[in-house]
């Protein structure tokens, strides 16, 4: 790492601000297969659920920075932190009274709190040590992201898919007695695990209020938004975000239907190897797959997708340092874009795990577009981290653009709209290829 000794206590902390929120976006997409089948919703419909998340960022990332810049980074990660258990707890309700609207409700409010972390958190891991090891820094910090965007989808898949949904023409026909157990059940699923969360996130901001943080960024920057517009490279790096983040929440919001479209189910159950694999996580979970619906077993394997973000961060971190980031950005865009159109041109097993391998390669996409966005730009960083964060509504514009080719054509069409996003990554890592990021 080579950072000063003094900043390692900030950076460790920092970075589990990164675990959290990775951990609880992708446990946000497995909601969506839950909440489509409870509201007989169709694909893009689903999808509402990543726009209230994900438009938040669109909303409040610019806000976000002016907050920052009024009450300090450290006050503002805490108010980020307390807006996140506040959205948590507002699944409690939803989840009792399952009206849709309060779901999109707390969805934006936890969102909410997520961006002022973003804000707040990237710059400040791009600037917590030497200059030229930014984007390996930021790479690493997000290597804890995809730690925690791994364990959820086995927690999602075990702890909110694993029994069988009803459809509201089921539920009607039951009697009064067993709608009521059946419904408690339900909510249960959902309310426990945010709960939990509302808690850690709570304990969380109680360190964060007792924690001494350095001051490394002008919170008072003198740059102003109309500046950072007319950097050129940082809007395309915005554009750049905006199409990893949609590209990377479309395939993982996905995923357990497209396996469920190609029939995976019973190649998994005759494999031995993957009932292993499944059980195997469900162990360390303290769940059985007994009983469990099918989307439960093809959420499990939705965490290699995830875990193969960590492992790639982790040897991009390495790489980002030997290389060119923007170099290293083009290859892993061009694996991405091959990956995909090995999975819709294949079948079975083949087209299951060569999606599930475009997890590896999403990995150093989001920190190095984000140093290359930033590299040399001064005291205009506190703004371009919000502009940048702005992008995020990515992850509700394409996968709703996603969906809906889905409902109209199938996922063969949606999945190559998916690769012209990362051909936008692949030219933007070309264009920054020779760049050696020295300024974060």
């Excluded at 990164?18 to 609880?24: A, D, K, S």
């Excluded at 980074?73 to 948590?88: E, P, R, S, V």
Aim: glycine share 8%.
């Amino acid at each position: 790492m080579n950072q000063p000794k003094s900043y390692r206590s900030s950076f460790i902390l920092l970075t589990t601000l990164f675990f959290l929120w990775g951990f609880i976006t992708v446990l946000v997409d497995s909601l969506i297969p839950r909440l489509r089948e409870l509201f007989t919703l169709t694909y893009a419909q689903a999808v509402l659920v990543q726009f209230a998340f994900f438009g938040a960022y669109f909303l409040l990332s610019i806000p976000a920075s002016y907050i920052l810049s009024k009450i300090g980074y450290k006050k503002g990660i805490i108010l980020g932190l307390l807006t996140m258990a506040a959205g948590c707890l507002l699944f409690y309700p939803a989840a009792s009274y399952r009206v849709f609207g309060i779901f999109m409700l707390a969805y934006f409010i936890l969102a909410g709190g997520m961006t002022i972390l973003q804000v707040a958190a990237n710059p400040f891991v791009a600037v917590l040590g030497s200059e030229d090891g930014a984007s390996s820094r930021l790479n690493l910090s997000q290597a804890f992201n995809s730690l925690g965007t791994a364990i959820a989808p086995a927690v999602g898949a075990l702890f909110i898919l694993s029994d069988t949904i009803k459809t509201e023409d089921q539920i009607a026909a039951l009697t009064e007695t067993a709608k009521e157990t059946y419904l408690a059940s339900e909510a249960s699923a959902v309310q426990m695990p945010f709960l939990g969360l509302a808690l850690f996130i709570g304990l969380i901001a109680v360190i964060f209020l007792f924690a001494k943080l350095p001051k490394l960024i002008n919170e008072t920057s003198t740059g102003t938004y109309v500046e950072a517009f007319k950097n050129k490279n940082l809007m395309l790096g915005v554009l750049g975000i905006l199409f990893y983040v949609g590209a990377e929440v479309s395939i993982g919001s996905f995923l357990v239907n497209y396996f469920q479209e190609m029939n995976m189910i019973p190649l998994i159950r005759e494999s031995n190897a993957l009932m292993n694999i499944a059980e195997t996580v469900a162990v360390v979970f303290f769940k059985s797959l007994d009983g469990a619906d099918d989307k439960a077993l093809l959420g499990i394997f939705v965490i290699f997708y995830w875990s193969g973000a960590m492992i790639g961060r982790f040897v991009g971190s390495y790489l980002t340092r030997i290389m060119k980031p923007g170099k290293v950005l083009g290859i892993f865009a061009t694996i991405a874009i091959t990956l995909i159109l090995i999975s819709i041109s294949t079948t079975g097993l083949v087209s299951m795990w060569s999606i599930l391998a475009v997890g590896l390669f999403n990995s150093i996409m989001f920190p190095t577009i984000f140093t290359l966005s930033i590299d040399g730009i001064g005291e205009l960083k506190p703004k371009a981290s919000g502009l940048l964060c702005t992008a995020i509504v990515g992850g509700a514009i394409i996968p709703f653009v996603c969906g809906s080719l889905i409902d109209l054509f199938g996922f063969k069409i949606a999945f190559i709209f998916i690769t012209l996003c990362y051909s936008y990554i692949l030219w933007f890592g070309y264009r920054n290829s020779k760049k050696i990021v020295s300024h974060a």
